[in-house]
């Protein structure tokens, strides 16, 4: 593929309580497959997360991990439902939710949460991958689905920050194969598509999110420094879009959005009754990779 230092720095919106979804946003969103809003949580409110992440004893409970391939690992925690902690909060605020409804031209609710903890010198590298690529498999007839990602740390290429190719969204889904515990793109079709989608490294502050299509295809690096890289997801699903059968991840369940005042008001808590969390392929069998399995 090459290697490339096209990077986000210097792109993307500045986030203020005036942002709203422009034709000019909504056309960049069709073409890029994503935008950057920057500062999209202020200091006090990434410090307030960070900290609500740090201290929740449930996340150790309910994490498990992915392995690379290559000897490394990132943790990770997913859970279906947002409840009343600031990750609740963010996911039903204004300017998450109501920003994605506008992105994907109607109602959405919360497909699922996660944070993905990639730790010192330890942290697993992702494989070239769409979000899409197992959503299809869980049910999801369209592909009227998006992702929030906001970093909690500092990512940038010595973490192994996100690698995106630009616009590749546009190709559609494309065929899976098994790399390691994870599923990934057919590198052939990857590598055809790097050709004309040029590699972007998605460089974040704190407090940074990257609003992308699930069919943007994504993958990161190992982190081989001394700076973790955590970040958290919310994952959206169009109403119109509800699966046609059941899986770990929900069904429609109405998400009632909030006003962007009440990130900060929840302060530091962590309650966990209602999230319901799915714990990984070790503990719970996944049933698109058992798809992959027999058609391999």
Avoid at 37 to 44: A, G, S, V, W
Avoid at 68 to 97: C, F, L, Y
Avoid at 265 to 273: L, S, W
């Amino acid at each position: 593929m090459g290697e490339s230092v096209r990077t986000t720095d210097g792109t993307g919106y500045q986030y203020t309580d005036n942002f709203d979804v422009t034709d000019e946003v909504k056309e960049q969103f069709d073409r890029d497959g994503f935008i950057i809003l920057r500062n999209f949580l202020d200091t006090e409110e990434v410090a307030t997360l960070r900290t609500t992440l740090e201290q929740d004893k449930t996340l150790e409970d309910n994490y498990y991990t992915r392995d690379d391939g290559e000897g490394n690992q990132s943790e990770m925690a997913t859970w279906k439902h947002p409840v009343d902690d600031i990750t609740g909060m963010i996911g039903r605020s204004d300017k998450a939710a109501g920003t994605v409804e506008k992105i994907l031209g109607g109602e959405v609710y919360q497909y699922h949460a996660k944070v993905v903890m990639k730790e010192p010198f330890t942290g697993g590298a992702f494989v070239w991958h769409q979000d899409y690529g197992d959503w299809y498999h869980y049910g999801n007839l369209f592909p009227d689905m998006a992702t929030v990602w906001i970093a909690v740390d500092r990512a940038d290429r010595t973490n192994g920050c996100l690698q995106i190719l630009l616009g590749s969204h546009q190709a559609g889904r494309l065929e899976q194969v098994k790399v390691g515990e994870q599923t990934g793109a057919d590198p052939e079709r990857v590598e055809l598509l790097a050709k004309l989608c040029p590699l972007t490294y998605v460089q974040l502050d704190p407090g940074d999110a990257l609003f992308f299509h699930c069919n943007l295809l994504h993958r990161s690096d190992q982190n081989h420094s001394q700076n973790r890289r955590w970040a958290y997801l919310v994952c959206y699903n169009r109403a119109s879009n509800d699966p046609v059968y059941k899986h770990h991840h929900p069904n429609y369940t109405p998400l009632i959005k909030v006003q962007n005042s009440r990130i900060k008001e929840c302060g530091i808590k962590t309650p966990t009754e209602g999230k319901l969390f799915f714990h990984g392929p070790k503990r719970e069998r996944d049933p698109a990779m058992e798809v992959l399995e027999r058609k391999a």
